[in-house]
């Protein structure tokens, strides 16, 4: 581990792992077991990640809030000290061929992830516009570094400490509809990205979102980070989050039954396919 | 020096005890990118349905102190996909594989080892009896000896003779042993234990059950006690029945103990959650306990605990007096 930092209400950590530095691309993720060897906490913790950079034959960095014991364990982390990682885990953003005008839309430290999107993007030619945001005026990540490589940038937090008052799905139709954007790239929680969804099937142009579903392995074997979403043959299926995903087609996600079992997805209790032998 | 590892479930020859546990492997597939499958001595599949499954709602998982519970409801494909792509893969690459099926009803199990029977790449057939029987208001065959006995009696008639049928038991249940014995008697080839234990967390913030299914399957260290137990008085009633023991081995150590209790298998299932390249570590540092007590073969250290206390363990060439 290199360094570790706090960033407002956020920690980040820039972390020496070339294997996983290399085989980035945008959207990827990292499970990080936390507690030391003899941990009791046996499920790995997911992080996007935020950043890679070369140096030392290859760093990455991801940014994390404190909300239990396992992420305390990490926020206590200096450098120097090692940290037992997997990654680079899920699968990545798709990116445009042409040259289209990208509005990312970050909630909280979900923003994060998609500078590394967003590069690659300009890189291809393509317009990007931040929409950042949070509760407070400390929860919104990476505002200074939006305004840096972005056309526009626009803020919003829940108490109006920052930028305008409100939620990042609530100026989202206005970015849209200024710099008459192609597609959306969105990153934050659950709900967020409902409501982000919403306004780009309502502008009529393609989302794609990065979900953050709990986990437990990462890898896709412990089948805890199912949601149901809506297959190329339109039949639902409890997908999981860490393989299939994370970053989906946003129309795709069926967010109003995340967190249930839609009756019409493939398997569902009761379903017409049940107990046929 | 190495170790004699092989070892054997019924007549069927396993390169090494480490096999995976079900429903901790996914398809295989994608714990292949991290270790090479045929490295261990079997891979076990999820518990395949005959329709597919969705399994329960989200949250499925917790954590507790070394230990997870969870509350997936066997998400699957259902017998039909397992069979067109999940089992060729395994097949096409020689590994190991012993599948395991769920059932809600005696003739489903039966269903389902029809379907098997003639697939190949099974290299033995793992009943999972921890299922609801829809026939008895949903409780679960494992509680009880005659269900369990029942399941087990109508795979055994219907799977191959050459497949290994092993019957998993859970440890809720009065007496273990006797639907252990009631499992042998009507022909399981092998026994494996434990099954999650069943229990429950309440996110205190919410005030509510930390699982959407209310109460889980508790894994993990946390268990490995209790699997310990149940190892040690299955195979203290019933000597010749091989045992696939598993619960909490996150370590050579771990698998060690379950040897010493009885078990001639190891299955790691919950460590692959943490660590996914965990059954390579967990042998090799089994073969060098196993080594460092000064065994050649792993075979002479199963049950190995059971010995009366005082009386030197055999074949330990380090200290066995020479018969001239």
């Not at chain 1, 960033?7 to 077991?33: C, K, M, N, Q, S």
């Not at chain 1, 790995?44 to 950079?53: E, L, N, P």
């Not at chain 1, 980070?225 to 996600?253: H, K, N, Q, S, Y």
């Not at chain 2, 699997?227 to 771990?254: E, F, K, N, S």
Request: contains cysteine.
């Amino acid at each position: 581990m290199l360094t570790t930092r706090q960033v407002d209400a956020y920690h980040a950590l820039t972390v020496v792992a070339p294997r996983i530095a290399e085989g980035f691309r945008p959207g990827h993720f990292l499970g990080v077991a936390v507690g030391g060897p003899h941990t009791s906490m046996l499920t790995r913790r997911a992080f996007f990640i935020h950043d890679v950079k070369p140096d030392y034959g290859g760093t990455v960095e991801f940014v994390f809030a404190v909300d239990g014991p396992g992420t305390a364990w990490l926020a206590g982390r200096r450098a120097r000290d090692t940290l037992d990682l997997v990654g680079p885990l899920g699968r990545p953003f798709p990116l445009p061929r042409d040259p289209v005008t990208c509005v990312m839309v970050g909630d909280e430290y979900g923003s994060a992830m998609l500078f590394t999107v967003a590069d690659a993007l300009q890189r291809r030619g393509c317009r990007v516009d931040f929409v950042l945001g949070g509760a407070s005026a400390d929860r919104v990540f990476g505002a200074m570094r939006a305004r840096r490589m972005a056309e526009t940038t626009t803020l919003t937090t829940e108490d109006g400490s920052l930028g305008m008052r409100g939620r990042v799905t609530d100026v989202l139709p206005g970015v849209i509809a200024d710099v008459r954007a192609d597609v959306v790239y969105a990153s934050g929680p659950m709900e967020t990205l409902r409501r982000a969804t919403a306004v780009a099937v309502e502008f009529d142009i393609p989302i794609q979102v990065a979900v953050e579903e709990r986990m437990a392995c990462g890898i896709g074997v412990c089948m805890t980070c199912v949601l149901p979403v809506i297959g190329d043959d339109g039949v639902t299926r409890m997908v999981r989050a860490c393989v299939e995903g994370p970053v989906f087609r946003g129309e795709r996600v069926r967010f109003d039954d995340v967190g249930t079992i839609p009756f019409d997805a493939l398997g569902a209790p009761g379903g017409g396919s049940r107990n046929v032998s | 020096m190495s170790v004699d590892m092989r070892t054997y479930l019924g007549h069927v020859e396993l390169a090494n005890p480490i096999v995976t546990a079900a429903g901790c492997a996914g398809s295989g597939a994608e714990l292949a990118q991290f270790f090479d499958l045929g490295r261990i001595g079997a891979l076990t599949t999820r518990s395949i349905t005959m329709a597919p499954r969705a399994g329960r709602p989200t949250p499925r998982m917790t954590e507790t102190p070394s230990g997870l519970l969870n509350g997936v409801g066997l998400q699957g494909p259902g017998v039909d996909a397992f069979l067109t792509r999940e089992l060729p893969w395994l097949a096409q690459r020689n590994i190991r594989t012993v599948v395991s099926i769920g059932g809600g009803t005696v003739a489903e199990y039966a269903a389902l080892a029809r379907r098997l029977n003639d697939a190949p790449g099974v290299t033995a057939l793992e009943v999972n009896l921890s299922c609801p029987n829809i026939e008895d208001r949903g409780r679960v065959f494992a509680r009880d000896g005659a269900a369990s006995a029942e399941v087990i009696a109508a795979v055994r008639a219907v799977m191959r003779y050459d497949v290994p049928v092993v019957a998993k038991l859970s440890p809720d249940t009065a007496d273990i042993v006797s639907v252990a014995r009631a499992c042998a008697t009507s022909g399981a080839d092998a026994l494996s234990m434990i099954n999650n234990p069943l229990g429950m967390s309440i996110d205190t913030e919410t005030m509510l059950p930390a699982l959407a299914a209310g109460t889980g399957g508790l894994s993990g260290p946390a268990i490995r006690p209790l699997a310990v137990r149940c190892v040690w008085q299955v195979r203290a009633a019933l000597p010749d029945v091989p045992i696939i023991g598993m619960g909490g081995v996150l370590t050579g150590r771990d698998a060690f103990e379950l040897i010493l209790a009885g078990a001639c298998v190891v299955a790691v299932g919950t460590a692959l959650f943490h660590d996914p390249s965990s059954c390579l570590r967990i042998l090799r540092e089994l073969e060098e306990i196993v080594a460092a007590r000064g065994y050649q073969r792993l075979a002479d250290v199963i049950g190995l605990a059971h010995r009366p206390p005082g009386a030197t363990a055999r074949h330990r060439t380090d200290f066995e007096e020479s018969s001239l």
